[in-house]
């Protein structure tokens, strides 16, 4: 258990569907990110949350719309999506952006048919 | 550019010691970390050095030389259990962390 949780686990969804996945820490920490795996590359940082507050948008799609609505919770909105978005979403939490380490959650598994 | 290599995957026999390498290029260095990720799982961290040296902390040990841009990750008395992947991360002069692609362990009896 690592104080940070996602749901869904798993997401299949068309290219014209909607969904959002939801991200909860309970670990008091003020700064929350969204990564984006794929198979054999290197974890992708898609957006930063600190003090609820967007810090980093690292040239996302526009089909991709985070939100913080409080420090404990975050959210990434999904519209429009297309085949090459499939992956694995981790979520992640730390002691302030530049906080010494990240806990993770165990993510969601998202295909896009 | 930023960049981060390790090898993509690594046997090792259980009990025995592996060794996997982090070799990094980035703006600014401000300390590294390993995480390991087993399948279907949350990144979990291991380990984080700043300074030259090496850091043990029980079967697990990380050693960085900044003046190489290189780490290492000593897995010692292997088990089964420790069949994962291993992210290295460097945290550059802006605080950003650049992410290696991971090295996927497989232990075999």
């Known amino acids: 258990e690592t104080g940070v949780t996602q749901t869904p686990r798993h997401l299949v969804m068309g290219m014209t569907n909607k969904k959002s996945l939801k991200c909860e820490q309970h670990?008091?920490?003020?700064?929350m990110y969204w990564y984006k795996q794929s198979a054999k590359k290197p974890l992708e940082l898609m957006f930063v949350?600190?003090?609820?507050?967007?810090?980093e948008n690292n040239s996302v799609p526009s089909r991709f719309s985070p939100e913080c609505p409080n420090s404990s919770h975050l959210f990434l909105h999904l519209h429009t999506l297309q085949p090459e978005d499939s992956a694995l979403y981790l979520c992640?939490?730390?002691?302030?952006?530049?906080?010494?380490?990240?806990?993770f959650g165990p993510g969601t598994r998202l295909t896009v048919t | 550019g930023q960049n981060i290599d390790q090898p993509t995957e690594m046997t090792a026999t259980e009990g025995a010691i592996v060794q996997i390498n982090c070799t990094y290029q980035?703006?600014?260095?401000?300390?590294l970390f390993w995480y390991q990720q087993h399948a279907g799982e949350a990144p979990t961290f291991l380990s984080y050095n700043v300074l030259d040296g090496l850091e043990e902390k029980g079967r697990f040990s990380s050693f960085l030389s900044r003046s190489k841009g290189y780490s290492y990750l000593l897995l010692k008395e292997l088990q089964m259990k420790d069949s994962a992947s291993y992210l290295c991360a460097v945290r550059d002069s802006n605080y950003q962390l650049i992410w290696g692609a991971g090295t996927k362990l497989i232990i075999k009896p």
């Open positions: 992640a939490s730390s002691h302030g952006q530049d906080g010494y380490e990240q806990y």
């Open positions: 670990l008091g920490h003020n700064a």
């Open positions: 980035t703006s600014g260095f401000n300390g």
């Open positions: 949350y600190s003090l609820e507050e967007r810090v």
